[in-house]
């Protein structure tokens, strides 16, 4: 009788490791894989719809003389009136300092190449233990010709 009763002490002792196991298990690797997909599932969810944005902007009715200085705050203040209100992206109207913008290129007579450049903030990186790319942030870029503007200073 006692050896029956010392084999079913210790299937219950292994029947508590086992569930011990299976919780250690789920708390160290099963959940922060499920957070860690979940939050890139969102990053890139935010990047598909932010793609697009720098890629359709009217800056066609930018016309005339400007240096650089008043150019880029051209370009800024045109694309900022051109997305009001980004929806679910952003709380509010977006930013200036989200918005860049690079003269790559002045052509030798009339004309501006621009390069245009959105970041919105993206998903959390839970804290910093989840690489993200770009910091978390979300960069969209495009790169305009601007016909009829000519720049009063010779280069940017």
């Known amino acids: 009788m006692r050896r029956t009763s010392m084999r079913r002490s210790a299937r219950q002792d292994e029947r508590g490791a086992a569930a011990l196991e299976a919780a250690f298990f789920l ?3 099963l959940i922060p894989l499920l957070l860690g997909v979940i939050t890139y599932g969102m990053y890139f969810w935010k990047a598909q719809q932010v793609a697009p944005l720098s890629q359709r902007l009217p ?3 930018i016309v005339g003389q400007f240096n650089c200085a008043q150019l880029v705050d051209r370009v800024k ?5 051109a997305l009001p209100s980004l929806t679910g992206l952003v709380q509010g109207p ?4 989200a918005i860049g913008v690079n003269v790559v290129n002045v052509l030798p007579t009339v004309g501006v190449d621009v ?3 959105i970041t919105i903030p993206g998903a959390s990186s839970l804290g ?5 790319p770009n910091g978390g942030s979300i960069v969209t870029e495009a790169t305009y010709r601007l016909q009829n503007v000519e720049l009063t200073t010779a280069g940017c």
């Not at 203040?77 to 009136?81: A, L």
């Not at 910093?128 to 993200?132: A, F, N, R, Y």
Request: charged content about 5%.
């Open 115 to 117: 390069s245009v450049s």
């Open 59 to 61: 800056l066609d009715s």
């Open 27 to 29: 708390t160290v690797v």
């Open 77 to 81: 203040t045109t694309v900022q009136n």
């Open 94 to 97: 977006l930013p200036l300092t």
């Open 128 to 132: 910093g233990l989840l690489p993200l």
